[in-house]
């Protein structure tokens, strides 16, 4: 289990690696599709099939608006030099990495190791979810009744992001 | 322990992305790469060996599930990262027709 996921993510970070290098902007976005369906098939073997099925349906919804977006402006990828500011940022970024590569490792020293997690504060949900809510899902049962509010405040976020896109969008430039 | 220190990886990937690329539509990609990262992180985390999906069967109930919370978590930050994604694209593409390229550099030059 541990391995097939390794490779998964081994996989998903080759996709990462080359979408942000590749030198065409439409191929760049069509490889991050790599990254978003892996990661559905990796929600698939982590026993989660309420996630993968909002991922799948998510990761569409995004490869199309980026797809549109590209389509509608230049699929150019800049043609710049690499000049002393992009080898400091690229030092920089290499720093940081070390560093909070540092203290995540120091952070997962407490963790359980993968696969032997208990169960604290979820305990109530599994054993007395389904008689006081009556969703046989687990998850379903967590999102719209324990946490309803949660799950009304997201749904306030897709509205205002909807209204934010169609503002951003009908503004006409001054010129 | 290994998966999640190739998780974190994937993370870092993404924030080598955002430091070092000019390109509006690349940073955008970068960042929902840090996202899947952090909806995979989670989400591994709650896993346990050899439990089952979250979904009780009233026939024969065992035991062993897998965490349900970090997935009900995940659930909500998911989509909140399209709605995210969404917006920064649009911001991306009022820019583009405002200055006619996706370089931030650029774009910084062109101020005002």
Known sequence: MELTLSILIGFMIVGALFAIHAGDLLSAVITTGIVGYSLVIAFLLLKAPDLAIVQIVIETITLIIMVAVVLDSTREELKVKNDFKSYANILLSLIFSAVLLFFFLESISGLNLFGEHTLRMSEAYITEATEKTGSINLVTGVLFDFRGYDTLGEATILFAAALGVLTVLRIKSKK | ?112
């Open chain 2, 1 to 112: 322990m290994i998966v999640y220190i190739l998780c974190f990886i994937l993370f870092l990937v993404g924030l080598y992305g955002i430091i070092t690329r000019r390109n509006l539509i690349k940073i955008v990609i970068s960042l929902s790469i840090m996202e899947f990262s952090v909806f995979l992180f989670l989400v591994l985390i709650g896993y346990i060996d050899s439990g089952v999906a979250p979904i009780v069967d009233p026939g024969n109930p065992t035991e062993k599930y897998v965490d349900p919370l970090p997935q009900a978590m995940v659930l909500t930050a998911i989509v909140i990262g399209l709605a995210t994604t969404a917006m920064l694209l649009a911001i991306a593409i009022r820019l583009y027709r405002k200055y006619k390229t996706f370089d931030i550099r650029e774009i910084n030059n062109l101020r005002g």
